[in-house]
């Protein structure tokens, strides 16, 4: 039995035969930048999540550049995140000259802890890039309480399809972005990713951003980039859209059938989502009480594939931070968790032997 940590290959046999009728048509059109796809993506998406505007971008990474570019964060500002994250959040922070300021993480979910955040708050913050880790929003509802002024990014990355409240993630605060990464809930067959917003002058500022900072052919208003999302991934991004929901759903299932079990071991811990959240289930992470290598040891043996999202806070390194273990929640998560295998397509019997082997570990 070979189980796959992420498994996309049942998923292009799906769409196989689609994809390559619409790229044949645009290999014949060569419209391979900017093409019709692209627009029509943009519109799929922005209506996805009830968003007023939608910008395809080169990456999830561009996408969070971007939206800092239009909000003219820069030297000497400081940009609030967490350090429990992939990498992209806080370089780009970093890349624009800007202070990072590290706030410290939830238990319950991972993602930024509002009272941490509330503490980092000073007259010099100029932007706040929330992330929604694990396919679950972080706590928007309170952060908009406690934030009334300063522009919120959320880096949903690891969120499209989910919801707060009711609310699509990337429409949950000034600014959206997520990313196509394959391997994402909305993946591409490379790299990509889209910016959502409800605000117009914002939103045409990051347009001309993405291009150069051009408002049309070779006339440059504002120092910009190079970060289109190409139209071969847009047509991919369609026809897997189509698939999002059902997807979602029958990770769901998963999701609940691996909390039915592996929440009455003593050994592990596995958090429910929270209220008012509905999540994508991208990820599904557990926390290992003690020695995460032998138990990873021990899977790796019985050929059950994990991963560790994140082995260490962004805080821990020298590139970001001068003072060290600011922290701690984040270390300590950082030191224990461990991803499981997680896909739509991850069959009943796969599953099964998984959970099977865990509980021969533990009980
Ligand atoms: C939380 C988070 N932010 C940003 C990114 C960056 O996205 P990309 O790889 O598309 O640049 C990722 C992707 O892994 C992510 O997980």
Do not use: W
Not at 77 to 85: A, C, R
Not at 104 to 113: H, K, L, P, V, W
Not at 337 to 348: D, E, F, H
């Amino acid at each position: 039995m070979k189980i796959n940590f992420n498994d996309l290959k049942i998923q292009n046999k799906l769409i196989r035969s689609s994809i390559i009728s619409n790229f044949k048509k645009t290999f014949d059109s060569t419209k391979f930048i900017l093409g019709p796809e692209v627009e029509l993506l943009e519109k799929k998406l922005a209506e996805y999540t009830s968003s007023k505007y939608c910008l395809t971008t080169s990456s999830g990474t561009d996408s969070l550049l971007i939206s800092l570019m239009a909000l003219g964060i820069k030297k000497g500002d400081e940009v609030i995140t967490t350090s429990f994250t992939f990498v992209s959040t806080a370089e780009v922070i970093s890349r624009l000259g800007a202070k990072i300021i590290f706030a410290d993480i939830s238990r319950e979910d991972y993602n930024i802890d509002v009272d941490s955040l509330k503490n980092k708050l000073t007259n010099k913050t100029k932007a706040i890039i929330v992330v929604s880790l694990f396919g679950q929003t972080a706590n928007f509802r309170r952060i908009k309480n406690v934030v009334k002024k300063i522009p919120i990014i959320e880096d949903g990355a690891q969120s499209f399809g989910s919801s707060h409240y009711g609310i699509k993630s990337c429409n949950l605060s000034l600014i959206g972005c997520t990313s196509f990464f394959p391997s994402k809930s909305l993946g591409c067959y490379g790299d990509g990713g889209a910016i959502f917003t409800n605000n117009k002058k914002i939103f045409k500022k990051m347009k001309m951003i993405r291009q150069h900072g051009q408002i049309k052919k070779y006339d440059y208003r504002l120092l910009g980039i190079s970060a289109r999302l190409d139209t071969l991934q847009a047509i991919v991004l369609l026809e897997k859209i189509k698939l999002l929901d059902a997807e979602i759903s029958k990770r769901k299932k998963i999701f609940n059938h691996y909390y039915t079990n592996l929440s009455k071991i003593n050994g592990i811990q596995i958090n429910n989502i929270k209220k008012g959240n509905k999540s994508n289930y991208s990820v599904l992470s557990i926390l290992v009480k003690k020695n995460r290598s032998k138990f990873i040891k021990y899977l790796k043996k019985n050929k059950i594939p994990t991963t560790i999202y994140y082995p260490k806070p962004l805080d821990t390194f020298k590139i970001f931070n001068k003072t060290k273990k600011i922290t701690p929640i984040s270390l300590e998560i950082s030191k224990k968790i461990l991803s499981l295998p997680m896909s739509a397509y991850l069959s009943k019997s796969k599953q099964e032997y998984i959970i099977s082997k865990i509980k021969q570990y533990f009980l």
